[in-house]
């Protein structure tokens, strides 16, 4: 008897939980693939140019190029659920850390075939410079109390200016193959650098939520910052906080993306990703007004939203065109998780279950 | 439900004085316009004190301010609206391929630039208000699904060259009283755009409607205090929802005048006029919480925007970058402004 009341509601259970859209859309694109050809699974292993063996397929594809929006999606959880927002700046955020790290390797100059400085102090270098943006967006958020969009409209609009500005409008260049190690594969190694970039990352926050108080806290801001306030908590700091951890996570990503290839473009690199992690966030199940969070959650978001852009890469869909496509998939999710949506169909499983019960 | 909660407060302390709230952030935003125009008079001269160059500022951005106007509107009643830039961009590249390419009527271009604005507010409006989601999601996915349109209608530039365009594009309305001797000493009077006289009235109408209407009165209510809102007998969805439409249609129109002066259809039309936008109404002194906000200064804050952009190029920053960098910086110091304003308030 117990068993059965708990199949009746397994449904609505299933579909209540957090990670029921996500794991869903993942299915649906899964079983999609499958059907119009299953050769997008397929994975091979090639050579390189430099003569190693790297694994090569859309699956490969898909968790290599999402380590970027992964590395955001992380931080822009904890800065919605404490600020009740998104930082719309990390794309231009991205810009500048790829910026100041390409200026230290390049030494400066247009383009270099050596690294001028150490790998190490420039990406550290990188990480400051964006934890510093990330402290500006914070301030701006936690202190003046403004709209955390808003705040971070300063920095969407000048960020990508003072990427430009850093290397004084040049686009440094730079052909060491060490440097690309982190973007690329590492010699001998078939899996690409940032999956492992990426596991990485995770590890750290998956042991920084299990042995500090940073979530705790964080949902506890989100959810009430006068009541937190009270419980001894300070909402500014925490707030503060989770804007500088976005800024590094941020340094990440952009270091990952400048190492790909070696160069930057101010106006063209990671155009756009902020939506995408914004996207990757709600996808996640993370209400976008702040309060509880699932990292994990935003994290398959991330994978799921770059499933879908390598799907559709397959089908051809010119990347131009490739937002109009994703819009139509971000309304439907959301309209689909809308609380007043899923209401009305709940009731209409009801008021059919009740017809189907009269009728019989 | 917690956003919300502070949202009602602050609406709550703003309560009766959220008008002089309005004054005085527009108080604030027209003489940091005056200031900065007579300083750059004063200061660097040549091509600021001739008329025509003010009148430029608006020729070149009548687009700008209907597209403020929307923004505004929808920012008092507590929302945001980031599509109507992608949306400037698709009508204009619209108009351009009916115009051009299919042969179309100007009054059909007209109709599609218009129907294409209000399409996408009344899907977005019905999607906040109606659904509940939020705004800014729901513009996002509108301004992607704008940006993506408009490249599959075509990605390649379209230039109109139909003569009837060309004439409307052309007329110039000069403005009696003003005018200058150019280098050869002959009189040349000073004009505007016929973009330029649609945008104003547009100002003034929404003024009117949005001071003197039940409809504009509801908008600050609704932006203020939903709860409250909605015990006085508003109807919150639908207010909300009307805001978006009007946003959406003056997105359309926007894009029409953007059209109507750049007489192309382009994929780089519009971009990053959504921020822009939302920039002006900002210094305009319309606060996102919602409920303060006012026409005229948005308009302020379209000419504030475009004067400090001009200023900057002329003192010769003129690469590209500082001129988003002045934006930022103008953006974040109103922001603050506002801020402390608000926070002096909220202390009382």
């Known amino acids: 008897m117990k068993e059965k009341r708990s199949d009746e509601s397994f449904f609505r259970r299933l579909t209540r939980h957090q990670l029921f859209i996500p794991v869903a859309a993942l299915l649906a694109l899964v079983l999609f693939n499958l059907i119009a050809d299953p050769s997008f699974f397929s994975i091979s292993l090639k050579e390189n140019s430099l003569g190693n063996p790297v694994l090569s397929g859309n699956i490969i594809s898909v968790l290599d190029n999402a380590s970027e929006l992964v590395l955001l999606a992380i931080g822009m959880t904890l800065v919605t659920a404490s600020s009740g927002g998104q930082d719309i700046s990390v794309g231009a955020t991205m810009a500048i850390a790829g910026s100041v790290i390409l200026r230290l390797v390049c030494g400066g100059q247009v383009s270099a075939d050596t690294m001028q400085a150490p790998l190490f102090l420039a990406v550290l270098a990188g990480i400051v410079v964006t934890m510093a943006f990330g402290a500006f967006n914070g301030a701006l958020v936690a202190y003046f109390k403004i709209q955390p969009m808003v705040a971070t409209l300063i920095m969407f609009t000048a960020g990508r200016s003072i990427a430009a500005w850093i290397n004084n409008n040049q686009l440094p260049f730079i052909n060491d193959v060490a440097f690309k190690y982190a973007g690329t594969f590492l010699p001998g190694i078939p899996v690409p650098t940032p999956v492992f970039i990426t596991l990485f990352m995770i590890l750290v926050f998956w042991l920084v939520l299990k042995f500090t108080n940073l979530g705790l806290y964080t949902q506890a801001v989100g959810i009430n910052a006068n009541s937190s306030r009270l419980n001894g908590l300070d909402p500014k700091k925490i707030k503060l906080l989770t804007y500088v951890i976005l800024g590094a996570c941020v340094a990440i990503a952009g270091f990952i993306r400048v190492s790909r290839s070696g160069s930057i473009n101010y106006s063209r690199i990671a155009e756009n990703i902020e939506m995408d992690a914004i996207l990757a966030v709600a996808l996640g199940g993370n209400s976008l007004g702040g309060g509880k969070f699932n990292v994990y959650g935003s994290i398959l978001g991330a994978y799921v939203i770059q499933f879908l852009t390598t799907t559709l890469y397959k089908y051809n869909v010119p990347s131009t065109a490739l937002p109009a496509y994703k819009a139509v998939v971000v309304i439907l999710l959301v309209v689909l998780s809308a609380p007043v949506v899923r209401e009305k169909l709940s009731r209409m499983k009801k008021s059919s279950a009740k017809a189907a019960k009269e009728v019989a | ?348």
């Open chain 2, 1 to 348: 439900m917690p956003k919300e909660i502070a949202v009602d407060k602050q609406g709550r302390l703003a309560g009766r004085p959220a008008m002089s709230d309005t004054n005085m952030l527009l108080t604030i935003t027209v003489l940091v316009f005056f200031v900065m125009y007579i300083a750059a008079v004063v200061f660097l001269g040549g091509g600021f004190s001739k008329p025509q160059s003010f009148l430029n500022i608006l020729n070149n951005n009548a687009s700008l301010i209907v597209l403020s106007c929307g923004m505004s509107i929808v920012m008092i009643t507590g929302g945001i609206d980031i599509s109507v830039g992608a949306v400037t961009g698709l009508v204009c590249m619209n108009c351009a391929v009916h115009l051009e390419l299919q042969g179309g009527s100007i009054i059909t271009a007209l109709l599609l630039g218009l129907g294409i604005g209000l399409a996408f507010g009344i899907v977005q409006g019905f999607l906040v208000a109606h659904l509940g989601i939020q705004p800014f999601i729901v513009s996002l996915a509108g301004m992607f699904f704008a940006k993506g349109m408009t490249t599959i209608v075509s990605k390649e530039p379209v230039r109109v060259t139909g003569e009837s365009f060309l004439a409307i594009k052309n007329i110039r309305v000069t403005v009696p009283g003003l005018g200058s001797n150019n280098k050869l000493g002959q009189y040349v009077p000073a004009y505007v755009e016929v973009g330029v006289l649609i945008a104003l009235a547009v100002v003034v109408i929404l003024f009117c409607v949005l001071r003197w209407t039940k409809l504009g009165r509801s908008f600050y209510a609704v932006g203020g205090n939903n709860q409250s809102a909605n015990m006085l007998g508003i109807n919150v969805r639908r207010t909300k929802f009307l805001a978006h439409v009007l946003c959406g249609l003056l997105a359309g129109l926007g894009g029409i005048l953007y059209f109507l002066h750049v007489g192309s259809g382009d994929v780089a039309n519009g971009a990053g006029d959504e921020m822009n936008a939302i920039a002006s109404s900002i210094i305009g002194g319309t606060l996102l919480t919602g409920g303060v906000g006012n026409i005229v200064g948005t308009f302020f804050g379209v000419l504030s925007l475009n004067t400090i952009k001009r200023i900057v190029s002329t003192l010769g920053f003129d690469e590209a970058w500082w001129s988003n960098i002045t934006v930022a910086a103008m953006i974040c110091l109103f922001l603050i402004i506002q801020s402390i304003i608000l926070m002096r308030k909220n202390k009382k």
